[in-house]
């Protein structure tokens, strides 16, 4: 696959810049321990199925110090639909408890603290920080791992990888190209069936020849 030039980065950096820069998460919360809670159960699980769950959880569970000692079947119970749910409930339990008895009751912004939570990852820290902070870091969940292949941005095989040589290359701004590829993936560069009518970005995809018909 072509490799996107340094002349087509810069110009895709800044046709995502004007596209979405007051892009923020579909994920629904108020405060940052809702937010670690909803970005740890959105992995492979739809944003939307998270929004249509955590209102019952929180309304049950408000905080870290009501959620440190839930029952973990009720936990179950309440986010049975979401993908993975029991070891979530457990993560959720787990990193409650840590959080009240590290941090008395503060979510820590920080990716070396935040990883230390149970059921956070590199990326749900990233994606925390990005979100509540406005940290310049970049995620990379599945909607930005596809895009940024199929605009040659990238052809390392791990989300890792590709984290860090989008790090290299955009170096700025990097939250709201992280919200962006994330948008434009989920609704536009879509994995099966892309809207390359509807692309803004056409003229720099270097596999839009496998989605002729």
Do not use: W
């Not at 490799?3 to 110009?11: G, M, P, S």
């Not at 994920?27 to 809670?37: D, F, P, R, T, W």
């Amino acid at each position: 696959m072509k490799k996107a030039t340094k002349k087509e980065i810069i110009q895709i950096h800044q046709l995502f810049i004007d596209k979405y820069s007051d892009a923020v998460t579909e994920l629904e919360y108020k405060n940052a321990y809702e937010l670690v809670v909803v970005v740890a159960l959105s992995a492979q699980c739809t944003d939307k199925r998270v929004n249509i769950l955590t209102p019952a959880l929180f309304e049950k569970y408000p905080n870290p110090q009501s959620l440190a000692i839930a029952n973990l079947d009720d936990v179950k119970s309440l986010i049975s639909s979401c993908s993975f749910f029991n070891n979530k409930a457990k993560n959720i339990v787990s990193m409650a408890k840590r959080v009240m008895e590290v941090y008395d009751g503060e979510i820590p912004m920080n990716g070396k603290e935040l990883i230390t939570l149970a059921g956070v990852g590199q990326k749900t820290a990233n994606v925390v920080m990005i979100e509540y902070t406005g940290a310049n870091l970049m995620a990379v969940d599945t909607h930005v791992f596809r895009v940024s292949h199929r605009l040659g941005l990238s052809d390392d095989k791990t989300a890792t990888k590709t984290e860090a040589t989008l790090v290299k290359k955009f170096k700025i701004n990097l939250h709201t190209l992280h919200q962006g590829m994330v948008l434009f993936g989920r609704y536009i560069c879509k994995a099966k069936n892309p809207k390359c009518d509807e692309c803004f970005l056409t003229e720099f995809c270097k596999t839009k020849e496998s989605f002729k018909v």
